[in-house]
């Protein structure tokens, strides 16, 4: 795998890319909707997978102690 920064602990890309991924996602659905393409299962699927990295992440930073 990759290297760690000194001061990073195992799976804080993955809690960090589940953020963004999430906040992009509502981002994106708050700009298509104000033009009338809104797609609800974009949201849906931007937010979940976001929070399951998110989740993933917080276990592999946990199991590691």
Same mark, same amino acid.
Request: proline fraction near 3%.
């Given at each position: 795998? !990759?290297?760690?920064? !000194?001061? +990073?602990?195992?799976?804080?890309?993955?809690? /960090? #890319?589940? @953020?963004? %991924? =999430?906040?992009? #996602? @509502?981002?994106?659905? =708050?700009?298509?909707? $104000?033009? $009338?393409? !809104?797609?609800? #299962?974009?949201?849906? $699927?931007? %937010?979940?997978? #976001?929070? %399951?990295?998110?989740?993933?992440?917080? @276990?592999? /930073?946990? +199991?590691? /102690?």
């Amino acid at each position: 795998m !990759s290297e760690q920064k !000194s001061g +990073s602990k195992p799976g804080h890309m993955l809690i /960090r #890319g589940g @953020v963004i %991924l =999430a906040v992009l #996602g @509502v981002v994106l659905f =708050a700009m298509t909707a $104000g033009a $009338g393409q !809104s797609n609800p #299962g974009m949201l849906f $699927g931007a %937010l979940v997978v #976001g929070l %399951l990295l998110v989740i993933v992440g917080y @276990v592999k /930073r946990g +199991s590691n /102690r």
